[in-house]
């Protein structure tokens, strides 16, 4: 997973599928209820699609009927966030903390006892069962 920030533009294109890449990479959004993840109920973790990084646990993991995959809390060090500043508004923008691809926002009207709904693109994320 090391020196996955480092990859060009081609490099991410050829790991990446052109929706993800526009995502990850581009700082887009996937359209609202596409991702399969929203109706995940497995026990599991899920990962970054483009590095493997370990981002949310399953226990963290609620419907808020936004349409997206939402969590209340990212697995200890895997994201980071900065100021997003686009569409005329401030917005918290959530990354990956190893390779840097965006993965969404978290906004602070959670309806658990966090507070926080980490918005997420399914195409960002990759599930991983429990074993």
């Known amino acids: 997973m090391t020196g996955t920030r480092d990859k060009t533009d081609d490099q991410w294109q050829e790991v990446l599928t052109p929706t993800q890449y526009q995502v990850m990479r581009c ?4 359209m ?8 995940e109920k497995r026990a599991g973790m899920y990962r970054c699609a483009a590095c493997g990084t370990p981002l949310f646990s399953s226990e963290t993991k609620f ?3 936004t349409g997206w995959p939402s969590f209340d809390a990212p697995v200890e060090g895997g994201v980071e966030t900065s100021v997003d500043r686009s569409h005329f508004m401030a917005r918290t923008e959530v990354h990956c903390r190893n390779c840097g691809g965006h993965l969404g926002h978290v906004f602070p009207d959670g309806p658990t006892p966090t507070g926080q709904r980490y918005c997420m ?8 069962e429990k074993k």
């Open 63 to 65: 419907d808020s009927g």
């Open 32 to 39: 609202a209820g596409t991702s399969p993840l929203n109706k």
């Open 121 to 128: 693109n399914g195409v960002a994320l990759k599930f991983e």
């Open 27 to 30: 700082h887009g959004t996937e």
